[in-house]
């Protein structure tokens, strides 16, 4: 009787130690937000006000005010699953799985990106020159962009996974 009971209590400490959530679940920002699209492409202006009601905490402070993740924290740092990236603000396509690579950095990376998803500013933060990327929809920040790539491109879409929304291939 007393090696059931460690038993199931071995168990039960077990389950208790596992995720809640699957990585692949959508924030529950997301689901409230009457904004997000994967087809519509009408560019989303907003407020910051705005934003803050509709994103997650962790998703605002990336997004809207271009704070990063931690590295090596992220889903989607070593994810190598077949599908698209999405924009989490807007769902606005900005990756295939195709353009990833392992680029050791601690953030996903991408050697190409879909070219009418993005747009490009001018970062001069932290005492550094950079290329910061933003959603081309929604003008999420999404992270930056550097010249040390692999080839043939020599570019490495430096992002944040927070920023970013899986759907797997054939969905």
């Not at 295939?96 to 070219?115: I, L, M, R």
């Not at 010249?147 to 920023?163: A, H």
Request: hydrophobic share 30%.
């Amino acid at each position: 009787m007393k090696s059931i009971i460690i038993s199931l209590v071995g168990i039960f400490s077990l389950l208790h130690c596992l995720p809640k959530n699957s990585n692949m679940e959508k924030p529950q920002s997301i689901k409230k937000n009457s904004y997000y699209s994967l087809t519509d492409s009408t560019p989303v202006k907003l407020s910051n006000e705005e934003w803050h009601k509709i994103l997650s905490p962790e998703l605002y402070s990336i997004a809207r005010e271009a704070a990063t993740e931690r590295p090596f924290t992220g889903i989607y740092n070593d994810f190598d699953k077949k599908g698209n990236y999405y924009c989490a603000a807007c769902g606005n396509h900005l990756f295939k799985s195709d353009y990833k690579f392992a680029s050791s950095c601690g953030w996903p990376s991408f050697f190409e990106v879909n070219k009418e998803g993005v747009i490009y500013k001018r970062d001069s933060s932290h005492g550094m020159e950079r290329t910061e990327v933003l959603c081309k929809r929604c003008e999420a920040h999404l992270g930056h962009v550097f010249n040390d790539g692999p080839p043939p491109m020599g570019i490495r879409y430096c992002m944040n996974s927070i920023s970013l929304d899986f759907v797997p291939e054939g969905e």
